[in-house]
């Protein structure tokens, strides 16, 4: 049992470590498509913690929606814009160095203070596992409302963008 | 939990931190939205984190990281939707490019 969690340990710091080396890759490589690819990596490595973390619903509705659908909508745009044949085109801007310095003070900063926090880690909620019935019934019974609220702002979003990204009519004049 | 609260939190942390760092540096549209989902991401790793070993009712954060999901969809499906307007209108998707309302 001892070493069986070792293994499950180790197995889970290597995921994190390959999701950083993926992120690392979505935001330097010169190449979009590539940059796709490792995001669709990254997503499915996060899925992977998810079961680590018992959350088997949230590890399948990742891989549902972020990679079955957003991804492939992502790719579709790269594909309908992108001159894959042009790599000398400047990726990054001028503001590399100064994002690093910054970001990387953000990050002590905040790294010093949640390792200073006292998190209220409870047995309970250790035990408990969320099975997707609760899920459910959470989602149909106390928070019907925002469930509702999300609903509307689906709609809303697919009208939007079918209207946004339509061809215009030929007497329309927008630019 | 196998792994303590505090790694999983500085993973997000730094997850996060790459994902603010490609909004920043990106020339391409498609690449600063691939970075924000880069971030919605790793709030959700915290949510599901939490949920797992602090809260007393252990859906809850995983209901509110089912909402960031439908919201990180919709966010690429307009944003998208508007680079694609803007491809077929200006010819470009990089943003220092786009300035026609930069005097």
């Known amino acids: ?175 | 939990m196998i792994v303590p609260l505090q790694h999983i939190l500085i993973f997000s942390l730094l997850l996060f931190a790459i994902g603010l760092y490609g909004v920043l540096v990106r020339r391409n549209i498609i690449g600063i939205l691939i970075s924000i989902e880069l971030m919605l991401n790793a709030a959700n790793i915290n949510l599901i984190a939490f949920s797992k070993s602090t809260s007393l009712a252990p859906e809850t954060g995983q209901i509110f990281a089912i909402f960031v999901i439908a919201i990180a969809a919709t966010a690429a499906a307009v944003g998208l939707a508007i680079v694609l307007a803007l491809y077929r209108v200006r010819k470009t998707v990089y943003t220092d490019e786009v300035n026609l309302l930069k005097w």
């Open chain 1, 1 to 175: 049992m001892e070493t069986l969690e070792l293994f499950v340990r180790i197995g889970i710091y290597t995921l994190m470590a390959l999701v950083l080396v993926f992120a690392l890759g979505v935001v330097t490589l010169r190449n979009l498509f590539h940059c796709a690819l490792c995001l669709a990596a990254v997503l499915i490595g996060t899925a992977m913690l998810y079961v680590g973390l018992r959350a088997d619903f949230l590890a399948a509705v990742q891989i549902l929606i972020y990679v079955g659908a957003v991804m492939t909508l992502v790719i579709f745009v790269i594909m309908l814009t992108e001159h894959l044949g042009e790599k000398s085109i400047r990726q990054n801007n001028r503001q590399s160095p100064a994002a690093v310095i910054s970001l990387s003070g953000i990050v002590v900063l905040l790294a010093a203070l949640l390792l200073r926090t006292p998190w209220p880690v409870t047995d309970k909620a250790l035990q408990a596992k969320a099975s997707v019935m609760a899920l459910g019934k959470a989602l149909m019974g106390t928070y019907a409302f925002p469930f509702e609220v999300i609903s509307v702002i689906l709609i809303a979003c697919l009208i939007g963008a079918i209207a946004i990204a339509k061809k215009d009519l030929p007497g329309e004049d927008v630019s």
